[in-house]
């Protein structure tokens, strides 16, 4: 069974657009988290949520939000799509302090 | 503010050979710290890590790291290179709020035959 998933794989959309990203994690973890790697493999905590805080890197536009609908799932959402959004983006899930596990990424590509 | 500093961003070395790949952190707390290894077209798996206690961590696949304090290292080690160690390896540090991770900017490791 896949630990934390993320839908979809790929994605390729316009400027101006918006989309989402899926997450879901099935070990039971309280807290969440979205990483950026840019073209360079460098890799950027974005968000860390649990049911009790959300905390924000002060660096991530506020194009992107994170929602959660559950203790198991944390979405990510990007509005007004901009060409240096292309990345691949990686959940990760934690008990909190402990440590993380990743999902298998989502290559966003935006034209 | 917490930083990590990967020495080389590309390291080669002869399979058999020893693997020693280098990561100096900077942190204001008792850091916690990772390393995590990427294979092509993958997501990030856990090799070890170092919370408290003995500061030379074993990890999967033959790695060892070891903390040092003093130097604000955690240097990753194998003794023997294999071919299928060929991946991106990164250093990570966590120890404010949110438990969030800081990388360092990745090595990638080059097995020659």
């Known amino acids: 069974d896949t630990a934390v998933s993320q839908t979809p794989k790929y994605l390729v959309t316009q400027m101006g657009n918006d989309k989402s990203i899926k997450c879901e994690q099935n070990?039971?973890?309280?807290?969440m988290y979205w990483y950026k790697q840019d073209s360079k493999k460098f890799l950027k905590i974005m968000f860390s949520y649990n049911n009790k805080e959300l905390i924000i890197n002060e660096t991530v536009p506020n194009r992107f939000s994170p929602k959660s609908p559950d203790k198991a799932h944390l979405n990510l959402h990007i509005n007004s799509l901009e060409l240096g959004d292309s990345a691949v983006y990686f959940c990760a899930s934690s008990h909190q302090e402990g440590e993380q596990y990743f999902g298998p990424g989502t290559r966003l590509t935006v034209t | 503010a917490q930083s990590v500093t990967q020495l080389g961003s590309h390291v080669s070395v002869s399979e058999g050979a020893l693997v020693l790949l280098r990561c100096n952190y900077s942190?204001?707390?008792?850091?916690?710290l990772f390393w995590y290894v990427q294979y092509p077209n993958q997501g990030l798996q856990l090799l070890l890590k170092?919370?408290?206690?003995?500061?030379l961590v074993k990890g999967i696949n033959g790695f060892e790291a070891e903390f040092k304090k003093s130097e604000t290292s955690f240097h990753l080690t194998k003794p023997s290179a294999h071919m299928s160690d060929a991946a991106e390896y990164f250093c990570?540090?966590?120890?404010?709020?949110?438990?969030?991770?800081?990388f360092g900017g990745g090595t990638r490791l080059m097995v020659k035959p």
């Open positions: 070990l039971g973890h309280d807290t």
């Open positions: 990570a540090v966590s120890g404010l709020a949110g438990n969030m991770l800081t």
């Open positions: 942190s204001s707390v008792p850091p916690y």
């Open positions: 170092y919370t408290t206690g003995a500061t």
